[in-house]
């Protein structure tokens, strides 16, 4: 005999402090999910109030108010599937019939990365189950003064239900564990997951996994859209003992997203029925407190044969590639409609990390196109309401190009001497592919003013290394240019939508296009073009984004990109010699960009391994193993998993897993990374890492004035969000490290270096 249920995740575009807004989504989504004949329905976490509203969270108000929005869902709306929402304490509510039946806080906090909640909220302790006084307006709809609050489960007339949150999923010994021994069928995850390269499928084999092992159906619903510095992706899936029923979008500009799946509790109990589930079972000795609700039924009998159980749904995951071409174009979509701002502007210089952000830029014109076609009504009043403001009333745009003119402004902000005529033409041809509104100018009388200045008032004047003049003499120069392109930038940002006559004026969004090897190098003017409003690339690494570039030749059809992959990346601020670029910016860093791609992860920050521990055994068993395994056994592995490796970045990455300083690496990259598969000498490893470190050090400080980045890497340099580290360090080749890195390699070169020392 089937028991068939119909559940429902939702995954809806939150943003922090718009109370009605976030209301309103809330309860459009319950509508579509008891349309579609959910019994259940959850939500992102922290859905009422936004999960990014920070300190706001220390707030009193934000709790009053809070209450108040969820008292207008119940009361505005008869929540027949009981609904799982955000309050206090970081909680989740559980309500039936418009009745709160548990106030569930969340044990396990968000503490590391991006995420701060031990500075907002109070774990709970497990077990703990107590009373919650209900506001008084709350009393009268509730029928009582109380609701139970803590970690308890919920019985219905022919399940049990359970929920943990976000960050529990993640924890060695997840709740889901427990519950399931304790017979909770179904499990629910409220969850704010941030999109990050290669990470969908880290989390999806978690979400698999919470289920595979004893059986269960896992209901798990995550945030969408743009939330500060993160992009919260979707990707909310169904699952019943360990296979994906739904998965819904992981990049879209629906703001409400409704999936549902039709399951058969009686799978997962055929599912459960194995000897050793059934020994733990028995062995639990705390027992979870249930709350009845068997007046509620999650499903009907059925024998119908024409009732339709989901089948298993094909799992998606991008490439890296395209979630360049996505996760950031919705992000600055998001920025924009929300900042009531008039478009964008960025200097593009004809270098390949502002082609990047423009074709970011582009791609979100084509995606808003494609939702234009679909008729979707938010997106639509958002185009006519910013883009349209140069237009006819009721004006929509026809293609992707049309829609960027009016959103998009580019400008090449040359200098006679240093701008070679390759760079000008690249940039105007880019513009004009993407259909920007294009500006060309040189700065040269703004840059000989301000030198002048300087002379008239020391005597002293400031000569090129190409004219004789000193290396403090050629970077000051330098920097005039870069400062002055960034206040140029700023003034256009001002005034282009005054000069096209675009109804009410305003201004833009300035873009940066500093990307995050740059800036973990120190590789940058501080208050140049990298200082912008917002950089889509911050967080990406400059081999990703040529593999963009690439990607978007083809798939874009943007044949001039291929102009953008052969140039030699340079700043272009010194005079050109015969016409032609004397700098590179690799020679002149020192190190490679693939250089500090690697160095940068095994610095920074970890990458959660997830994918193949269940094969293999614990994350510190994976290193060497993966480590000797061929290509070919690395990809079969992730086949046996089902998830395609989407190009060697995954795997190669996915391997970093410790955080080193700079002897440690220096270890890590002679014992395998570099010595084995570059074929370097220890010499050039350490001459590497001391740069490294060395150039880190001196330029610690410019991080903190590093914009606002969309977060991509789990690496991600930012110092005001995921990297805090302290401004001033010691000359690093003076330091302990750098004279434990020398003797090793003396060692090594005197044939002793077989056993490093320990770090």
């Given at each position: 005999m089937s028991r068939l249920t119909t559940v429902a995740a939702c995954s809806l575009?939150?943003?922090?402090?718009?109370?009605?807004?976030?209301?309103?989504?809330?309860?459009?989504?319950i509508k579509v999910a008891k349309k579609a004949g959910a019994k259940l329905r959850v939500g992102g976490e922290l859905e009422i109030t936004g999960y990014d509203c920070l300190d706001h969270f220390l707030e009193n108000e934000t709790y009053h108010f809070s209450l108040e929005m969820l008292d207008r869902i119940l009361d505005k709306y008869d929540c027949t599937p009981p609904t799982s929402l955000n309050l206090r304490l970081n909680c989740r509510i559980l309500a039936l019939d418009g009745k709160i039946l548990l106030i569930r806080p969340k044990l396990w906090l968000a503490n590391d990365g991006n995420y701060r909640e031990n500075r907002y909220f109070t774990p709970w302790r497990e077990g703990l189950c107590e009373d919650f006084i209900l506001p008084g307006s709350m009393q009268r709809r509730q029928g009582a003064v109380r609701v139970p609050i803590g970690d308890m489960i919920l019985s219905t007339a022919d399940t049990c239900i359970g929920a943990e949150t976000c960050e529990e999923l993640f924890t060695p010994d997840?709740?889901?564990?427990?519950?399931?021994?304790?017979?909770?069928?179904?499990?629910?995850?409220?969850?704010?997951?941030?999109?990050?390269?290669?990470?969908?499928?880290?989390?999806?084999?978690?979400?698999?996994?919470?289920?595979?092992k004893s059986g269960g159906i896992y209901i798990y619903a995550n945030l969408k859209g743009g939330g500060e510095r993160l992009y919260y992706d979707g990707s909310s899936m169904i699952v019943c003992n360990g296979?994906?029923?739904?998965?819904?979008?992981?990049?879209?500009?629906?703001?409400?997203?409704?999936?549902?799946?039709?399951?058969?509790?009686?799978?997962?109990?055929?599912?459960?029925?194995?000897?050793?589930?059934?020994?733990?079972?028995?062995?639990?000795?705390?027992?979870?407190?249930?709350?009845?609700?068997?007046?509620?039924?999650?499903?009907?009998?059925?024998?119908?044969?024409?009732?339709?159980?989901?089948?298993?749904?094909?799992?998606?995951?991008?490439?890296?590639?395209?979630?360049?071409?996505?996760?950031p174009a919705l992000w600055l979509w998001d920025y924009l409609r929300r900042s009531s701002l008039a478009g964008f502007v960025l200097p593009l210089s004809g270098g390949i990390d502002s082609c990047a952000t423009a074709i970011i830029v582009s791609s979100m014109s084509r995606l808003l196109i494609e939702e234009i076609r679909n008729g979707n009504a938010q997106v639509i009043s958002d185009v006519q309401r910013i883009a349209g403001a140069y237009e006819k009333e009721g004006w929509l745009p026809q293609n992707a190009n049309a829609l960027t003119r009016n959103l998009f402004h580019t400008l090449y902000l040359g200098m006679a001497a240093q701008s070679s005529k390759e760079t000008r033409s690249r940039a105007k041809e880019l513009a004009k592919a993407i259909g920007s509104y294009h500006t060309d100018l040189n700065i040269d009388e703004?840059?000989?003013?301000?030198?002048?200045?300087?002379?008239?008032?020391?005597?002293?004047?400031?000569?090129?290394?190409?004219?004789?003049?000193?290396?403090?003499?050629?970077?000051?120069?330098?920097?005039?240019?870069?400062?002055?392109?960034?206040?140029?930038?700023?003034?256009?940002?001002?005034?282009l939508p005054t000069i096209r006559k675009r109804k009410g004026g305003g201004s833009c969004l300035v873009l940066g296009s500093a990307n995050a090897d740059e800036a973990i190098r120190g590789y940058y003017t501080r208050y140049d073009c990298s200082s912008a409003d917002v950089n889509p690339i911050g967080g990406i690494s400059k081999?990703?984004?040529?593999?963009?570039?690439?990607?978007?030749?083809?798939?874009f059809d943007l044949p001039i990109l291929k102009d953008f992959l052969a140039a030699t990346p340079t700043a272009e601020l010194e005079p050109l010699e015969g016409g032609y670029v004397q700098s590179d910016?690799?020679?002149?860093?020192?190190?490679?960009?693939?250089?500090?791609?690697?160095?940068?992860?095994?610095?920074?920050?970890?990458?959660?391994?997830?994918?193949?521990?269940?094969?293999?055994?614990?994350?510190t068993m994976f290193f060497p193993i993966c480590r000797a395994l061929s290509p070919s056994s690395r990809n079969l592995s992730l086949k046996r998993l089902s998830l395609q490796p989407a190009n060697p970045f995954l795997n190669r990455n996915s391997r970093k897993i410790e955080k080193l300083g700079p002897y440690s690496m220096f270890k890590k990259l002679v014992q395998g990374e570099w010595t084995h598969n570059k074929g370097m000498q220890p010499r050039e490893v350490a001459t590497k890492v001391k740069r490294f470190f060395h150039y880190y050090a001196v330029n610690r400080h410019k991080m903190s004035t590093l914009t606002p980045s969309y977060h991509a890497e789990s690496y991600g340099p930012e110092d005001h969000r995921h990297d805090h580290r302290f401004l001033v360090y010691p000359p690093f080749y003076e330091s302990l490290p750098a004279k434990k890195i020398d003797a090793a390699v003396e060692k090594m070169e005197a044939g002793e270096g077989s056993h490093l020392q320990g770090s």
């Open positions: 575009n939150q943003w922090a402090l718009d109370w009605e807004g976030n209301t309103n989504r809330i309860i459009e989504s997840g709740p889901h564990i427990k519950m399931g021994l304790h017979g909770v069928e179904v499990f629910t995850n409220s969850s704010a997951s941030h999109h990050e390269l290669r990470k969908l499928d880290k989390r999806l084999a978690l979400i698999l996994e919470a289920t595979r296979t994906v029923k739904a998965q819904g979008s992981q990049f879209s500009l629906d703001d409400v997203e409704v999936i549902t799946a039709t399951v058969d509790l009686e799978e997962v109990r055929a599912y459960r029925c194995s000897a050793s589930r059934g020994m733990q079972a028995v062995r639990v000795t705390e027992q979870y407190r249930r709350i009845d609700v068997t007046a509620y039924s999650m499903s009907v009998k059925s024998d119908d044969f024409d009732a339709k159980i989901s089948s298993s749904c094909p799992i998606k995951i991008y490439a890296p590639e395209e979630e360049i071409a996505l996760a703004v840059f000989k003013a301000q030198k002048n200045i300087f002379t008239a008032s020391t005597g002293f004047e400031p000569k090129f290394k190409v004219h004789g003049g000193s290396m403090a003499e050629n970077l000051a120069l330098q920097n005039i240019q870069a400062r002055t392109r960034m206040v140029t930038t700023y003034e256009f940002s001002q005034l081999t990703d984004l040529k593999r963009f570039i690439a990607w978007a030749c083809t798939n910016e690799e020679a002149d860093m020192g190190l490679l960009y693939s250089d500090l791609q690697v160095m940068g992860s095994l610095y920074v920050i970890p990458t959660l391994l997830l994918t193949l521990t269940h094969l293999l055994g614990s994350p």
